[in-house]
Every structure is written in structure tokens, then in C-alpha cells.
């Protein structure tokens, strides 16, 4: 089942078009990845989704329901984490989690088992401070507390990651690991290697439409090679091959051949053995979705 399915989305400010045509879809389960850079339309495309911004034309549905700028009966299914969350400060994160939870309509009992259940999620069970001493990891993993309290079909997160630290970072992509057992996921980032450690499907946005999707294996699949990294036994070998295959020289001195499909391999290691250059290491790199989103926005 599609628990979000996105179609033909536009939207303009003034001279300016941020959606084209966008049109994609989140599965029921799933974690999708939202990809693209800063500006791209990712906070645009959650804001219509929401029924917080309108849309010029296209067509939302969540759970199967049409979503419509302004009237938000469709938001019942979505749990929502902005990009930066805002909390009453002097509030502790159990208080905070039950005033969400009467805000929602949930009975007492439940808000008590869910306001246990999902502080023990995030890590903040034990945690007895007010929320205005939380650092911005903390208020994040809060932040994904609050948007679950009501067992959402579909949570979003807007940038969840962006400004934390790897730490921080690690422990966000985990509690939404943990979350895809009871909630679809849709989150937007420009962090590629988030998208890959935790996505089931994802999505590069550029120029106002999607410019590829499918399975993190499948977007990597469309890269016509992996790459070549070659380690010399010294410097200047490095340099000359470097030279001699029209390749580049990473920062730890590996040559590297981008988009090395078979015919590239034989031909390098036929100019390599010519040139008598010693060399210490062959492998073939994998592609990773870095590789393949700059490919994509023609950097």
C-alpha cells in the first residue's frame, strides 16, 4: 500500500520554480529518502504535504485521503519533525510528551504507557532537566518522541541529522530504524550517507523533479561502473600514472578512475605494465550514492 503518493506537484515564488512536475511515492514500512541539496524544495514538498503551504497544482493523498491547503484532516496519519524543533523550555520531556498527547485527543492511561514507552526509545528515560538545557541532539531525539506520541501511519523529518555531530547523528538514524516497525518514514536530507545506511527507497530531487529513484542498490546499479583506486609504491609513479590514465589523485595519493567499466580496467593495467610502474594495490571502489548525486546535479 502507498501510504504517501505524491503527483505532478508545482510550485512557484514569484519568478522562481521549486517543483516541476514532482511525483513520487512513500510504501507502507518503508523508510524513504528524500535527497537533494540545500534549496532544492525537500522543506517545500513537506510543508504542502502537511497542508501548511499551497501548492499550484498536483495532487497529495496520505493514507489514501487528498490533502488540501488549510483544511488538514489528512495530518491524524502524520507525525511531523521539523528541521528545527521548538519546545516550551521549562518543561521537563515527560511533561512536554503528555501535553502532546491531551493536544492529540489520546486517553490518560495511554498517554502514561506512550510517554514511557517513547522516552525509553529516544534515551531520555532518565533525564530530569528542563528542556531548555538540552543540547540540540537531545532536542531532536525529543522531537521524534512528540511526533510519534499518537502512533502516526507516517512520520516526517525534515532535515533530521543536519546539525548534529556523527554521535548525534548515529543515534537519530537509529531511533528511526527502530521506528519503521510501527510508522512509514519519509525524510529529507542532504547527508547521503544517512540515506544509505537506513533507506529502503529514495529519491534525488533536482530542478524541481525527482531525477532518480528506487532502492539505494538500484540507484547505485545506474552508475556505469564502480571506481578504480590504484596505490603506487611512491609518489612520483603515482603522478606519471595519474598522468598517463587522465585520472585523478585523492588526498592520500591514490589514483582513482572514475566510472571504471571493463574496458577501462584492461586499458589502465595495459598502460600501467607498458609504463613499468610498480604498484602496491588494485580494488574496485563501490559506487555510493555521493558519487551518483553528483552526477546527477552535473558537479
Known amino acids: 500500500m502507498k501510504i504517501l503518493e505524491v503527483k505532478d506537484l508545482c510550485k512557484r515564488f514569484g519568478s522562481k520554480t521549486i517543483l516541476d512536475g514532482l511525483s513520487f511515492s512513500v510504501n507502507e514500512g518503508s523508510v524513504f529518502g528524500f535527497i537533494g541539496r540545500n534549496g532544492a524544495g525537500k522543506t517545500t514538498t513537506m510543508k504542502i504535504i502537511l497542508g501548511l503551504?499551497?501548492?499550484?497544482?498536483?495532487?497529495?493523498?496520505?493514507?489514501?485521503?487528498?490533502?488540501?491547503?488549510?483544511?488538514?484532516?489528512?495530518?491524524?496519519?502524520?507525525?511531523?519533525?521539523?528541521?528545527v524543533p521548538e519546545f516550551y523550555g521549562y518543561m521537563t520531556a515527560g511533561e512536554y510528551l503528555r501535553l502532546c498527547g491531551d493536544i492529540t485527543g489520546m486517553k490518560q492511561?495511554?498517554?502514561?504507557?506512550?510517554?514511557?514507552?517513547?522516552?525509553?526509545?529516544?534515551?531520555?528515560?532518565?533525564?530530569?532537566?528542563?528542556?531548555?538545557?538540552?543540547?540540540?541532539?537531545?532536542?531532536?531525539?525529543?522531537?521524534?518522541?512528540?511526533?510519534?506520541?499518537n502512533k502516526p501511519r507516517l512520520l516526517i523529518c525534515d532535515e533530521p541529522t543536519s546539525a548534529l555531530d556523527p554521535v548525534g547523528r548515529k543515534e537519530i538514524l537509529e531511533i528511526i530504524r527502530s521506528a519503521r516497525g510501527e510508522t512509514s518514514v519519509i525524510f529529507s536530507t542532504h547527508i547521503l550517507s544517512d540515506v544509505e545506511r537506513i533507506c529502503d527507497d529514495t529519491a534525488i530531487l533536482e530542478k524541481g523533479k525527482i531525477a532518480l529513484s528506487g532502492t539505494v542498490s538500484e540507484l547505485r546499479a545506474k552508475?556505469?561502473?564502480s571506481d578504480l583506486h590504484i596505490v603506487f609504491a611512491n609518489a612520483s609513479d603515482c603522478r606519471k600514472a595519474a598522468a598517463l590514465l587522465g585520472a585523478e589523485i585523492s588526498d592520500n595519493g591514490t589514483v582513482i578512475i572514475r566510472n571504471a567499466s571493463e574496458?577501462?580496467?584492461?586499458?589502465?593495467?595495459?598502460?600501467?605494465s607498458d609504463s613499468k610502474l610498480p604498484v602496491s594495490k588494485i580494488e574496485h571502489a563501490e559506487a555510493d550514492l555521493e558519487q551518483l548525486f553528483m552526477e546527477v546535479i552535473g558537479k
Open 53 to 83: 503551504l499551497q501548492a499550484d497544482s498536483g495532487e497529495i493523498t496520505v493514507c489514501g485521503e487528498k490533502v488540501h491547503y488549510g483544511s488538514t484532516p489528512t495530518n491524524r496519519y502524520i507525525g511531523y519533525l521539523p528541521d
Open 109 to 149: 492511561s495511554e498517554i502514561k504507557t506512550r510517554t514511557s514507552e517513547l522516552l525509553e526509545l529516544v534515551g531520555l528515560a532518565g533525564e530530569k532537566h528542563r528542556i531548555k538545557g538540552y543540547s540540540r541532539g537531545m532536542k531532536q531525539r525529543l522531537g521524534i518522541a512528540q511526533a510519534l506520541i
Open 223 to 225: 552508475r556505469s561502473g
Open 263 to 272: 574496458d577501462k580496467l584492461f586499458a589502465a593495467l595495459r598502460t600501467i
